[in-house]
């Protein structure tokens, strides 16, 4: 079992910038693909980025977020630049465990966290 915590979300201005953090716990994280979603109001999750040893980025952020991980912290960040309100959301940092694949897709990972607030104002 996997738990996840979400970090880092909060209120910001167009055009700033944010980080969130993630910790998982788990002896064998190095090894975990880690992903990161969010979910607006009456909208579907939707993929943001993931990072095994490489690092992969949906469209829509590439350029403006960065993926990392500290494996010896058992943490995943999130650093978002040049925040559009489009990007208010609810972030959801997901675990796969036993990854085969990297997946963009929610069911490609096994583990949520409870997700944390970004609002980005105009």
């Known amino acids: 079992q996997v738990q996840l915590v979400e970090s880092g979300g909060g209120l910001v201005q167009a055009g700033g910038s944010l980080r969130l953090s993630c910790a998982a716990s788990?002896?064998?994280?190095?090894?975990?693909?880690m992903g990161w979603f969010r979910q607006a109001p009456g909208k579907e999750r939707e993929f943001v980025a993931a990072?095994?040893?490489?690092?992969y980025y949906a469209d829509s952020v590439k350029g403006r977020f960065t993926i990392s991980r500290d494996n010896a912290k058992n943490t995943v960040y999130l650093q978002m630049t040049n925040l559009r309100p489009e990007d208010t959301a609810v972030y959801y940092c997901?675990?796969?465990?036993?990854?085969?694949?990297?997946?963009?897709?929610?069911?490609?990972?096994?583990?949520w966290g409870q997700g944390t607030q970004v609002t980005v104002s105009s």
């Open positions: 997901a675990a796969d465990r036993n990854p085969l694949v990297v997946s963009n897709t929610i069911k490609g990972y096994d583990y």
């Open positions: 788990g002896r064998t994280f190095s090894s975990y693909t």
């Open positions: 990072i095994s040893r490489s690092t």
